[in-house]
Structures are given as structure tokens and as C-alpha cells.
């Protein structure tokens, strides 16, 4: 569909306007690769931080003949470099401007 334009006598074509839908994505986040990628290593996570707290008390009791002191100490030493690493981790997160790293890996749908 064409017209001339009334002002300057060019020729002007007429489109209809279309509006655009977003896509959705069938099978929701499990088909977004970045949200597979940190879904996969969270579970990671948390299964070795599981295996963890049930091998501690394994190792202590049974080849380090330890007691409930020994164990103690062992965990606390955990905890503290536990503390520490998410406070230099957060420090350092921090210091970053702009920062939007789990906004990127998380964005869905694309």
C-alpha cells in the first residue's frame, strides 16, 4: 500500500503495525544454558557440603581415634575460614561497581 506524502510529494509506504510478543520459552528455566549452569554447580554445592558434615565426624571418630574436643576444634576451624572467606568474598563483591553478576547468569528469559 502506497501513498504520496502530502507535504513533500514523495512516496510513502503504508505497513501495518505489528506488535511484538515476547517468546516464551517452552519448559521455563530448565532450557536457559546460564540458569542450568549455576542450578548444576549449586546443587554441587550443596551435596559436597553435605558429604562434608557426614565425613567430619567419620575421619574424627574412626582412623584419628578423636573425641567430642577433637571434633569440636575441627568444626570450629571450619566455621572460622568459613566466616572469613564469605567476609573477603563480600569485601571484594563489593568493591566491584556495577556489579550484576548473578542478574546476568540469572536473566530469564533471554
Not at 513533500?8 to 505489528?18: A, M, N, Q, S, Y
Not at 546460564?34 to 575421619?59: C, D, E, H, K, R
Not at 566455621?79 to 548473578?102: E, H, P, Q, T, W
Request: proline content about 5%.
Amino acid at each position: 500500500m502506497n501513498a504520496i506524502h502530502g507535504g513533500t510529494g514523495t512516496l510513502v509506504e503504508k505497513r501495518p503495525v505489528v506488535e511484538e510478543q515476547k517468546k516464551t520459552v517452552a519448559g521455563g528455566p530448565l532450557n536457559v544454558r546460564n540458569f542450568n549452569l549455576l542450578f548444576g554447580g549449586q546443587t554441587n554445592s550443596v551435596i559436597g557440603v553435605a558429604l562434608y558434615l557426614v565425613a567430619l565426624p567419620t575421619l574424627v571418630h574412626g582412623p584419628l581415634h578423636g573425641n567430642a574436643s577433637t571434633f569440636g576444634i575441627i568444626l570450629v576451624a571450619w566455621g572460622a575460614g568459613a566466616f572469613v572467606g564469605a567476609i573477603i568474598a563480600g569485601a571484594l563483591g563489593k568493591r566491584k561497581k556495577g556489579s550484576s553478576c548473578l542478574l546476568r547468569v540469572c536473566s530469564w528469559p533471554p
